[in-house]
């Protein structure tokens, strides 16, 4: 089974991915893609573990998401966030439009219980710069491909979630 969550900045879409991991069952592992490049980070960065407490197996990737969702197949796990992950590859200056298609494949293959946590950013003003227009563009993309991979999308809105793809009925 697969959702992915999508939310606006600080709109519940973390936790309710940990909710729902916590309903699937063990071993649960927490795969962090952001880096603790400066002090405000790193400061929730540790908040957050602190928030998952014992319950998650937290493994650091701020690059190789489908390796690791490879080596990870067949266990409960949570991806946040996949916005942060994308700027990691700009950042670093991998093969972005590559990497996207591998992940999306990686997806579309995983078994287990996958949750992956995106911002959705189509709702915001055109960036006014040639950088974040791209960056913006290949976010939609993502999110586009990883909607089709999943069996379930949630958006999230102000705590609020709203299913965009739900799972069907069962009789």
Request: hydrophobic share 40%.
């Amino acid at each position: 089974m697969r959702t992915l969550i999508l939310g606006g900045v600080a709109s519940g879409k973390s936790r309710l991915a940990l909710d729902l991991a916590l309903k699937a069952p063990p071993p649960r592992i927490f795969v962090a893609t952001a880096e603790p490049l400066d002090q405000e980070m790193a400061e929730k960065i540790a908040r957050h573990r602190r928030e998952r407490g014992s319950a998650f197996r937290t493994v650091e990737e701020p690059l190789h998401l489908a390796r690791v969702l490879r080596d990870l197949s067949g266990t409960t796990v949570v991806v946040d966030c996949l916005t942060v992950w994308l700027g990691n590859l700009f950042h670093y200056q991998r093969q972005v439009e590559k990497e996207i298609q591998e992940l999306v494949d990686t997806v579309k293959d995983f078994r287990g219980r996958l949750i992956l946590v995106s911002n959705e950013v189509g709702l915001s003003p055109l960036p006014p710069d040639p950088l974040t227009r791209r960056y913006v563009n290949l976010l939609g993309g993502l999110n586009r491909g990883l909607a089709q991979a999943c069996q379930e999308v949630l958006l999230v809105v102000a705590g609020h979630v709203l299913p965009l793809k739900p799972l069907p009925e069962r009789p």
